[in-house]
């Protein structure tokens, strides 16, 4: 167990639909990342949050978006879903810069 | 572009051989970082490499870091079944996220 925690685990949604995918960081890391791994695109980096604020940003679609609240928990808001958005998508939190990434057990989101 | 190659893709070994895995990458770093995934599983940290001819072992596994090269390697030796699952190499090219290998899935067979 990483100390990071995802929810839900699993998300079964329609095309066009919207969802959001909640992530809480080990206690006390600051950084919180999320990353979708799929079948043909591999482990990939959509965004990064450090302390409230967004510190990187990957190939995230404009669909996408995300925010980290005072609480230091993060939210990724994906919209107007597509059959190609179905894949695994990680939280990972680090204490700081460079720190190993401790990743969550991910949600797995079905679009049909 | 930052790029990180592993190989192989698909490795399958027989219990008690050793193998390695390599991970090229494309451009300096100094922070390279292996994970294991079993399947529908989350990631889990194995090693973290901070340095040039840094080596890390943890039981049946050994990982190493050549930054002249830009090559880490992973060695397992005298593989047991409990290895079996997919390793990935990470990079991190100094803009804070982590560039992913394409992963290499590793069975080991009776």
């Known amino acids: 167990d990483s100390g990071v925690t995802q929810t839900p685990k699993h998300l079964i949604t329609a095309t066009g639909q919207r969802v959001t995918l909640r992530c809480s960081p080990r206690?006390?890391?600051?950084?919180v990342y999320w990353y979708q791994q799929s079948l043909d695109q591999g482990l990939q980096f959509l965004i990064q949050?450090?302390?409230?604020?967004?510190?990187a940003k990957g190939n995230i679609l404009e669909r996408f978006s995300a925010q980290q609240f005072p609480d230091l928990h993060s939210e990724l808001n994906l919209s107007s879903l597509e059959l190609g958005d179905s894949a695994l998508y990680f939280c990972a939190s680090c204490a700081g810069s460079g720190d190993t990434q401790y990743f969550g057990p991910g949600t797995r989101l079905t679009v049909l | 572009e930052l790029k990180v190659e592993q190989n192989p893709l698909f490795l399958s070994m027989q219990e008690g051989k050793n193998y390695t895995i390599y991970c090229n990458y494309s451009t300096t770093s100094d922070r390279l970082y292996w994970y294991r995934q079993d399947p529908g599983k989350s990631l889990e940290s194995l090693f973290v490499l901070l340095s040039n001819g840094a080596v890390k072992q943890e039981g049946r596994l050994m990982a190493s870091l050549d930054t002249k090269a830009r090559l880490s390697t992973l060695h397992i030796t005298a593989a047991v079944h409990d290895l079996s699952a997919t390793y990935f190499c990470a990079v991190n090219f100094g803009n804070e996220k982590l560039t992913f290998g394409t992963g290499t899935r590793l069975t080991i067979i009776p």
């Open positions: 206690s006390g890391d600051l950084s």
């Open positions: 949050y450090y302390n409230g604020e967004e510190r």
